[in-house]
């Protein structure tokens, strides 16, 4: 059974990695989950015996929406789909109808029909009142074949009559009646039942009717067959998610479903993207998706025009999303039993009944509406959709597996998503790859060092495969935290974001100060009680303290994180603790670019002087930098799946001189100095001309860690230094961060606490 669907950076675990958390989390074995890998779900013979002419297997991709909660209870759905976006989407809005506590789904009787078509009727009047007359009869003579489905609680329900007239003057057919068979299929989809059922009454009604019998099948408009999904996302789940406020973007949201309601065209593509999420969902789950793709949009236009499927409302401070679609789903039968790779999917979902396959495919297409309505809403569907499809650009110019997800990050953040520029990126990614590990910075003083010292972490996997370990640790985050140096940049970024995960919080620095204020953390300088420890750009002194006190207190594990042209003094310290049998892991990173630098850092005084016009030249030289972003994944990817001992340095990109000034133009709308100068700036926007790369292959190779880009960074610092004050504000600056808006109880709520 799923103990909870909320899983934070699933998408940045290998594929090994998110198995082994579903199996965790679901409770299902390694063995069963191993029919997800592409050699080892169906196979040829299966195949054989499910489809004529059989070639092969075609493959495709399947995931998992996460996030996502039903009728109170976390659900996991899975999803197979090759569309970039589906997924992702999916699980983003799943997220924010988290927020109203997910989705409220309910399900109609399980009632399909079937047809049949009589035709060359002399007496209309007289046939239809026969077949009412025998509708006991006809419903014992339907049920008779079928004593399982009887006993199951299932049957033939009802029969009604409808007269189909000529519609057109050329019309081949005269006027026919049909013969509707309501059937109960309980937990079939019910195609075979009711087929043979149409079949066994053919005879009986010809004879009541006096008419020449014809077709006799079922309806994929499953009319009576429906499931209900409502879901509400609080206008502060909203806030920060597009321009303007939460309710604004709320109203937008209404704004465009109401559109789609009233054109067909419109309509069209909204409801294209439900089925998007409900499809995926079915082909995991083993069902006819094409019937119900058949059968839903059918039923859109059951009223004599097309319309939207789901409709969203703004009603008192909340946006709810409602739909009701036909749904023909099964859990007995057919592929549901014979394909491996279904069962598995069936063990994920925690499905055992045919009402909890129906809900979960509704619901996924109800937060799959949402995420393209809020797409469309905030920033227009193609900003998404290209940088989901940067990642099939990476592919195609040549990067390797480990370097997809990096240059599809560095083409997406620079707007230039194509093959040429992608294999720029890739050859730059290599070239840092190939450069000493720490040529890029002057050497400072060392501390005490031992004769023979060991080779580096860093140093001893730079010859090995960088792609991430399948056997690398994965600790589970519990308990509470304590952050040293939580006022500083790294420090107030990190304690941000573990807040914003449900994460207990103990600082040592003052939390009324201008980083922390209204922040919910622990003031305390004593690390009792804390499960782990993160020391951020504290003196050799400090960390020495921190980790003698981590050991005598029995901490799970401590993290170092050095920044700025970091010494060899931590590294030294970190492999002494080791030794003695401390787990302490080192993360070394360049200057931090972001939000909540209150410690006003040369790059944020860059960024202030130039929004000001006072920065009259720059630094013709570039270096490494590390996103806030990217330096938070990379400490926790250390805190949760780290080696003991081990020293990681990661940095996000290197960015020449002439690239950050662009950045520095578009993000404050001023043009950059005229004058280069040499030797001086450089200090100033974080580059200096003697250091060419940073190497990031360790972290790469066994935290799976993946650097976004410079340019979301930039614009977060300029955003943050604009709420400050500091800055002349520009559209989109002004918005409070969302966890500082967010109210406390949602934030244990999400934690669980």
């Known amino acids: 059974m799923t103990s909870c669907s909320c899983i934070s950076r699933f998408y940045r675990l290998s594929m090994p990695e998110r198995r082994a958390r579903i199996g965790e989390e679901c409770g299902i074995d390694a063995d069963a989950l191993e029919r997800l890998r592409p050699a080892a779900g169906l196979d040829e013979q299966q195949a054989e015996r499910m489809v004529e002419n059989a070639l092969g297997v075609f493959g495709m991709p399947f995931g998992v929406c996460v996030n996502l909660r039903i009728n109170g209870a976390d659900v996991l759905a899975p999803m197979v789909v090759e569309e970039p976006s589906v997924i992702a989407a999916c699980s983003y809005a799943a997220k924010l109808l988290r927020g109203g506590d997910g989705v409220e789904a309910s399900c109609s009787d399980p ?129 920060g998610k597009g321009a303007g406020t939460g309710a604004e973007l709320a109203a937008r949201i209404e704004e465009a479903s109401v559109f789609a309601e009233r054109d067909p065209y419109r309509a069209c593509t909204h409801n294209k ?44 401070g909340h946006l709810v999303g409602r739909m009701t679609i036909p749904l023909a789903v099964g859990t007995v039968g057919g592929v549901v039993k014979s394909h491996p790779v279904v069962q598995v999917a069936r063990q994920i979902a925690n499905i055992d009944r045919t009402e909890d396959v129906a809900q979960l495919c509704a619901a996924v297409g109800l937060a799959q509406n949402l995420g393209a309505l809020r797409a469309l809403a905030a920033e227009g569907i193609q900003k998404g959709h290209m940088r989901l499809h940067a990642r099939n650009v990476a592919v195609e110019a040549g990067a390797a597996e480990h370097e997809v997800l990096e240059v599809a990050e560095r083409i997406a953040d620079a707007g230039r998503v194509n093959a040429g520029y992608a294999a720029e990126i890739i050859e730059r990614l290599r070239a840092e790859a190939e450069a000493p590990r720490d040529s890029w910075v002057a050497p400072r003083p060392r501390a005490r060092r031992r004769p023979s010292t060991p080779p580096s972490p860093v140093t001893e996997l730079a010859t090995h495969a960088t792609r991430v370990r399948e056997d690398a640790p994965a600790h589970r985050l519990e308990g509470r935290v304590f952050v040293a140096g939580a006022s500083g940049h790294a420090g107030a970024n990190l304690v941000r974001h573990l807040l914003r995960e449900g994460v207990a919080v103990r600082v040592s620095d003052d939390p009324r100060g201008p980083a922390l204020r209204g922040l919910d953390v622990e003031r305390g300088a004593s690390l009792a009680g804390c499960a782990y420890v993160i020391a951020c750009d504290a003196e050799p002194r400090e960390i020495e303290r921190l980790l003698r006190e981590a050991a005598g207190h029995g901490a799970a594990r401590v993290v170092v994180v050095e920044t700025d042209a970091p010494s060899d003094a931590g590294e ?138 410079l340019r979301r960074a930039i614009h977060e610092a300029h955003a943050d230094l604009g709420r400050r004050g500091l800055v002349p504000t520009r559209p989109g600056t002004t918005e409070p961060p969302l966890l500082e808006r967010a109210p406390r109880e949602a934030i244990r709520r999400a934690s669980g606490s």
């Not at 005229?674 to 003697?690: D, Q």
Request: net charge neutral.
């Open 273 to 316: 993207g439900i089925m998007n999420g409900v499809d995926a969902a079915l082909i995991a789950l083993g069902q006819d998706w094409r019937a119900v793709e058949a059968g839903a949009h059918a039923y859109a236009a059951a009223e004599g025009r097309y319309t939207a499927m789901a409709k969203w409302r703004v009603e008192r």
């Open 572 to 709: 030294e310290i970190v492999r002494d603790a080791a030794t003695r049998g401390l787990d302490v892991v080192l993360v070394r990173a360049p200057r931090v670019v972001g939000p909540h630098d209150h410690t006003r850092s040369p790059h944020s005084e860059a960024l202030v002087a130039h929004a000001h016009g006072t920065l009259k030249a720059f630094e013709d030289a570039g270096g490494p930098l590390v996103s806030a972003r990217d330096l938070v994944e990379a400490t926790l990817l250390a805190l949760t799946r780290g080696r003991a001992g081990a020293s990681y340095a990661v940095a996000t990109e290197h960015l020449d001189a002439e690239a950050h000034m662009a950045l520095f133009e578009e993000v404050t709308g001023r043009a950059r100095p005229r004058r280069t100068l040499r030797g001086r700036i450089a200090g100033l926007i974080g580059s200096a001309p003697s250091r060419p790369a940073f190497d990031t292959r360790a972290a790469r190779h066994e935290l799976g860690f993946a650097p976004t880009g």
């Open 111 to 239: 009632i399909v029909i079937g047809q049949i078509q009589v035709l060359e009727v002399p007496d209309p009047d007289a046939a239809e009142a026969a077949l009412i007359a025998a509708e006991a009869e006809l419903l014992a003579l339907a049920s008779g074949g079928h004593p399982h489905l009887t006993r199951a609680g299932g049957g033939a329900r009802s029969i009604r009559v409808r007269r189909l007239p000529r519609v057109e003057a050329d019309d081949p057919c005269g006027d026919m009646l049909v013969v509707h068979l309501a059937v109960d299929v309980r937990d079939a989809m019910g195609a075979n039942a009711v087929n043979s059922m149409c079949e066994r009454l053919a005879p009986r009604v010809a004879d009541l009717t006096g008419g020449r019998v014809a077709l006799r099948i079922l309806s994929n408009l499953t009319d009576e067959r429906t499931v209900t999904v409502v879901g509400r996302v609080p206008f502060s789940e909203l806030e």
